[in-house]
Every structure is written in structure tokens, then in C-alpha cells.
């Protein structure tokens, strides 16, 4: 029956597939939101955990200097530790620059100003009969050991005397940071403290369509996801299935994570705070039992850093943190996704050009689906040859559509052709599109990668458009009409391919495939430039193919 389907609807279902893969790629490879309750109500007390008001927002140089700090220093972080509370508000990556500009500020992941964005370990305890005094999110720590936290020298800090907490910062050459206490129990009781981390951000909005953006978190063989979206909600949020499992948890974006790994947690949750207007990430640690003059040590370990997948494997098999490469967003297809991403990132290392490196790989992609192009088009050539046989048949009958089909049908199983078997390649095609899609748009080296000439970001659209003569016109193009001089070459090289490839018989095809290059161009106006010149490289290497296919097919129609 599908082989005796009309070239309209055939063309339908290829132009239906195009919009499958361009407007339906975004919901199909983000990963589904387990169903799990709401968490409205926790068991542990709610505490301030701001230097300032949550309603005052000051300028990053103002906040840092409220409180002493403790500077950190590494080839990758630069910051500081507030002594107030110990926390970790001041992180910035030192290798990411904000902007293109070779003057911009380094990125900020963690911040005590207006963005209202850190991280901290604290205590909860308790005996049978009263409280036990913990530090609270102000309390003042003492610098009792080292001078500036760099992966050479830890740091040491100290608070308390009847329970004591000794609390040693190292960091390595990249962006972990492992967090120790020693606590000791001279209160005169046995006591009950319970470990908790958390980061805190402030509520905002979702800056990538194409990744997830929100709470994550990995714990029991599960990866848990909530979108900025959701946490936005009044109320909102989600308790993680810790099952005393080790994992890790924080918030993550296109192309940055902070997050604690944790062992053996009692209670994971990610929700929104009303109160002060934030989202947190929180994980409680299992109960410790100390007894009247005796110590425990407990580890927390801290990343807060650039998604880079060779850093994140790097940490899962060192510190043996599950599935920790999964922060980074490789959608359903994570089996060809992150090999893709790896191979580009090989070629990138050989050639050192990342424009080149997508050239390369774009190669290679055709390489490997060259036997499925060449069938594709090869029936498309039969099915050329076959039109004035299917023109003779549709004069013929005509005013007997149900004949027609018959006809139809005998005619391409006796010349062993089918109107769709030109399409089927592209259910093939599809996933690695799906993929390069991916690679593309999660890749932390195609941020800020520079093209050349008017493209200084592989990672952002074309920034140039039609609509003001390229900048020549002072004119502030809406974004929809954002169009490129990218975005027209590559639509030119679909309008080339389409004249070398055999034409459809029907206007309404015609008139179809006159369209898809226009509405192709307007897509892809807002893609990456990265992904852009693929799909232009793409269309060429398949105009070449297109050249010798029908070159060849001629020399043999003249042979026979």
C-alpha cells in the first residue's frame, strides 16, 4: 500500500519529517520529567542566608567587601571564601570570558550581589533534651591555617569550642573543590548532627531552548531534571530519590553546572524558596552519633565549573561519581551523541580550528551515510524515468482513480521503485542530525569559537542581516528577522541542490519545494553559526554527489 502512495503525499511526508526534526528535535531529546510529589513543606528549619537583604541588590564589588574573605586562586577559578557564614560566593571561571571582547569579565557562577547565587555546608544537630548550637549561615569563621586556597595549599578554617568544627578547603587545577570537617563533641552530652549542603540561586529565566536549564540531580540510577520553568512555581519542587546512594546534585544551564556530590544522603531536594525568591538544591547527609569527647570527619565535594565532557569523565572515574558526564545534556540519542562529541573534539585537537574540525566532521558524516544518499538518490532518478509511463497511466484512467492506483501499483513493482524510497534514507539520516544538532549546540569549545571575519561565535547565530544591508543601515533588526549572510548561503546551496536533483512531476511538489529553502532560511537564522555551516557544508558535498550521480546516470542512459 505505501508504495502506491501519490509523489504529493510522499512529498509530505519528507517536508513533514524537515518540521519533525526542526521544531520537534527540542521536546524529543530533552529527557522526561519523572512524575514525583511536590515539596511544599521540609523537615529541616528554614534560616536567613543572605549578607544583605533578599530585597537589596548591590553591586559584586560592594557585596565582597562586607564580610573578610579567604582568596582562591587556580588556573581555572578565581574568587574567594566568605568567612561569614563560610560560604562559597564569589566563583569565577578565569578560562570563560563573559563576551567576546578581550576586555570582558571573567564568568561569574557564584556571586553575593544582585545575582544571589552561592553555595554552603552547614550543620543540623540535636540530643534528647535541647538543641545543640551549630554555626549558623553568619557566623564568623577564623583562618587558622594558609593564606590563599590554590591547588598547592589548602586552607583551614575553625569555629566553636564546646563543639568544634574544623573545617579544611582544597581545590585541584580545575573546578572541584573538596570540603572536610573535623568536628569534635565537648558539650558534655552524646549528640546528633546531621551534614547539609546547599546552592542557592536566584530565580530566573531559561536562556537555551535547545538544553536543559534547572535542577539536576543523579542518585539511585536515576537522572532527575527540573526545569527552570517548573521551579519558577509558586511553591514548586521535587524530592530526589536518595535511597542512601552516593550522587550529585545542583543547577546547570547550556554550559555551566554547580553542584555537590555527596555520600550516602538521607533526603535530596530541589524546590523554590518564596521566601527569599530563590530556587535550592539541598542535600542532607546521613545522622552522625558523636559521643561526649570524641570526633567524626565528614568530606563534601564541590564543582562549580564549565560543563567540559573531558573534565566531567575525568572526575566520574577519579572520584568514581556516577554518571557525572550526564550534566551534560546529550539528549535520548546519549550512545551517538557523546562519541560525536568526542570525535569533534579529537579533530579539534589535530587541526586546531574548530570551523575546520566541523568541516572535517561534516565529511566524514557524509562519508558514513553515503550508501543511504546514494539510494536515495538513485530512486529518485528511477522514479524520474518512470514519469512518462505514470503520465501515460493517469491520462488513461483518469475518471477511475481506483484503477489508477492498481496500475500505478503493478508498474513500480514491476520496475522494482517506490514513491517513498527516496524519503526512507532520511529516517536514517535523522538521528545523527539529531546528534550534530546536539554536539553542536552543547559543545563548551564552540562558545566564543571564532569563524573569522564577521562570525566571532560558532555557538551564537549569525549576528549580520539582510534586513539592514549587513550593518550598513543604523537599524535594530527584530530578531525574527535576524537573517545572515550564513543563513543565505546555505539557503542558496539548498536552492542549487534542488535544481541538480530530479524535479517532481506535480506543481503542487514544485511549488512545494520552491518553499522549503525559504522557510529553512528563516529557521535556521536563529541556529548556532556552527550548526549552520554544516548544514551548508552538508549541501555541498551533496551537490558534488548530486553532479556525479547524474552524470553517471546519463552516460548510462546513452550506453543503453
Not at 577564623?142 to 595549599?153: A, F, I, N, Q, S
Not at 484512467?397 to 503493478?410: F, G, I, P, S
Request: aromatic content about 10%; some cysteine; overall charge neutral.
Amino acid at each position: 500500500m505505501c508504495e502506491g502512495m501519490s509523489e504529493t503525499r510522499s512529498a509530505l511526508l519528507a517536508f513533514g519529517l524537515c518540521f519533525a526534526i526542526l521544531y520537534g528535535f527540542n521536546y524529543l531529546s530533552s529527557p522526561s520529567q519523572s512524575v514525583n510529589p511536590l515539596v511544599r513543606e521540609l523537615s529541616e528549619p528554614e534560616k536567613p542566608v543572605f549578607l544583605d537583604s533578599p530585597q537589596v541588590e548591590m553591586p559584586r564589588d560592594e557585596a565582597l567587601k562586607l564580610a573578610p574573605r579567604v582568596r582562591i586562586k587556580s588556573d581555572s577559578v578565581v574568587g574567594s571564601i566568605c568567612l561569614n557564614g563560610a560560604k562559597l560566593d564569589d566563583w569565577s571561571l578565569a578560562k570563560y570570558k563573559k563576551t567576546t571582547a578581550s576586555n570582558s569579565d571573567p564568568v561569574d557562577l557564584l556571586s553575593p550581589s544582585g545575582e544571589r547565587c552561592y553555595a554552603e555546608v552547614s550543620w543540623i544537630g540535636h540530643t534528647d533534651k535541647q538543641n545543640v548550637e551549630v554555626p549558623s549561615s553568619d557566623a564568623i569563621w577564623t583562618l587558622v591555617d594558609g593564606e590563599e586556597l590554590d591547588p598547592e595549599h589548602p586552607v583551614i578554617l575553625e569555629w566553636g569550642d564546646r563543639l568544634k568544627i574544623r573545617r579544611t578547603f582544597s581545590i585541584d587545577k580545575d573546578y572541584m573543590l573538596t570540603i572536610t570537617d573535623h568536628v569534635t563533641n565537648n558539650t558534655g552530652a552524646d549528640i546528633k548532627i546531621a551534614p547539609q549542603s546547599e546552592v542557592i540561586q536566584k530565580v530566573g529565566s531559561t536562556t537555551s531552548s535547545s538544553v536543559h536549564e534547572g535542577g539536576i540531580g543523579y542518585f539511585d540510577n536515576v537522572l532527575e531534571e527540573i526545569s527552570i520553568s517548573k521551579l519558577n512555581k509558586s511553591g514548586s519542587g521535587k524530592r530526589l530519590d536518595a535511597s542512601g546512594s552516593d550522587g550529585w546534585c545542583g543547577f546547570t544551564n547550556k554550559y555551566w553546572l554547580t553542584a555537590f556530590i555527596i555520600k550516602h544522603p538521607s533526603q535530596v531536594s530541589i524546590f523554590r524558596d518564596d521566601m527569599y525568591g530563590v530556587q535550592r538544591c539541598r542535600l542532607m547527609g546521613p545522622l552522625q552519633s558523636i559521643k561526649d569527647g570524641t570526633s567524626i570527619e565528614f568530606t563534601t565535594q564541590f564543582f562549580a565549573g564549565a560543563k567540559s565532557l573531558r573534565v566531567l569523565d575525568h572526575y566520574r572515574k577519579t572520584y568514581h561519581i556516577k554518571k557525572f558526564d550526564l550534566a551534560v545534556d546529550f539528549g535520548w540519542l546519549y550512545f551517538i551523541t557523546k562519541p560525536l562529541f568526542y570525535l569533534l573534539q579529537i579533530i579539534h585537537s589535530f587541526v586546531g580550528n574548530l570551523a575546520l574540525a566541523i568541516l572535517i566532521l561534516t565529511i566524514l558524516s557524509k562519508v558514513v551515510l553515503f550508501p543511504t544518499s546514494m539510494a536515495s538518490q538513485r530512486s529518485m532518478m528511477k522514479m524520474r524515468d518512470l514519469q512518462p509511463k505514470v503520465t501515460a497511466l493517469k491520462k488513461r484512467y483518469n475518471d477511475d482513480k481506483v484503477r489508477l492506483q492498481q496500475e500505478l501499483l503493478l508498474l513500480y513493482r514491476r520496475e522494482k521503485v517506490s514513491p517513498i524510497s527516496g524519503f526512507l534514507p532520511l529516517l536514517i539520516q535523522m538521528p545523527i542530525f539529531f546528534c550534530l544538532y546536539k554536539v553542536f549546540s552543547i559543545n563548551i569549545e564552540m562558545r566564543h569559537a571564532p569563524l573569522g571575519l564577521w562570525i566571532s561565535d560558532l555557538s551564537a547565530p549569525d549576528p549580520t542581516s539582510l534586513f539592514n544591508l549587513f550593518g550598513l543601515i543604523p537599524w535594530s533588526v527584530p530578531s525574527f528577522l535576524q537573517i545572515g549572510v550564513l543563513p543565505l548561503l546555505m539557503c542558496g546551496t539548498m536552492i542549487l541542490q534542488q535544481k541538480l536533483s530530479p524535479q517532481p512531476s506535480e506543481p503542487a511538489q514544485t511549488k512545494m519545494m520552491y518553499i522549503m529553502p525559504i522557510l529553512f532560511l528563516f529557521m535556521f537564522s536563529s541556529f548556532p553559526a556552527g550548526l549552520v555551516l554544516y548544514w551548508m557544508i552538508s549541501n555541498v558535498l551533496s551537490i558534488c554527489q548530486q553532479v556525479y550521480i547524474n552524470n553517471k546516470w546519463d552516460n548510462r542512459s546513452r550506453a543503453e
